[in-house]
């Protein structure tokens, strides 16, 4: 980026999610918790530093664990998880920089696919000439302390946000130029 994060930034607050509202949100369990976006039966697209943490030494060895089907941390857990085939993390994540988030996004490839249900369900994405003018209303989703009680945030939620104009680069995929692919 041309002005690179200097700080921690989260969004607070947001309002707990109903079963169904975002069936695609996927609960990661790796290096801490952390979320994804369910893309295709088999693919999570999530944060490259969920896996890699910044400020940690590298490891290949942690354990991949992904959830899918429900709002609640404890009930997600009781539906098993969902192994991990391969993981593809973009070329320009740099998990020795502190403050530079480019390229931190990755995906993961499940072992097998995942039963699409009222309660898991792909994410519905635009076409790629869809634009969103600065201020628009959006929706960003996620594990985290919705009650704002500093508790460790057991249930999926949502939380709504404005749009800014920022670009969004050129698309990167595993397979192309220069990916990073841990097993």
């Avoid at 994804?36 to 530093?49: E, K, N, P, S, V």
């Avoid at 973009?90 to 990755?106: C, L, M």
């Amino acid at each position: 980026p041309v002005n690179p994060v200097e700080q921690r930034q989260r969004i607070i607050g947001g309002q707990k999610a109903k079963m169904g509202n975002f069936p695609w949100q996927v609960f990661t369990n790796i290096h801490g918790r952390g979320g994804g976006a369910l893309l295709g039966d088999r693919w999570i697209l999530t944060a490259a530093h969920t896996l890699y943490p910044k400020e940690h030494e590298a490891q290949s060895n942690a354990s991949l664990d992904v959830f899918l089907g429900h709002t609640n941390v404890e009930e997600l857990m009781k539906l098993g998880n969902h192994p991990i085939r391969r993981v593809s993390v973009h070329p320009d994540y740099r998990q020795d920089e502190s403050y530079n988030f480019e390229g931190d996004i990755a995906l993961l490839e499940l072992e097998e696919p995942v039963n699409v249900s009222s309660h898991v369900h792909t994410v519905t994405l635009p076409p790629a000439s869809e634009t969103f003018p600065p201020g628009m209303p959006c929706w960003v989703t996620g594990w985290g302390d919705v009650d704002n009680d500093g508790g460790s945030g057991d249930s999926g939620g949502g939380a709504r946000v404005l749009a800014t104009a920022q670009p969004l680069g050129s698309l990167w995929a595993p397979g192309l130029k220069g990916g990073r692919q841990a097993s």
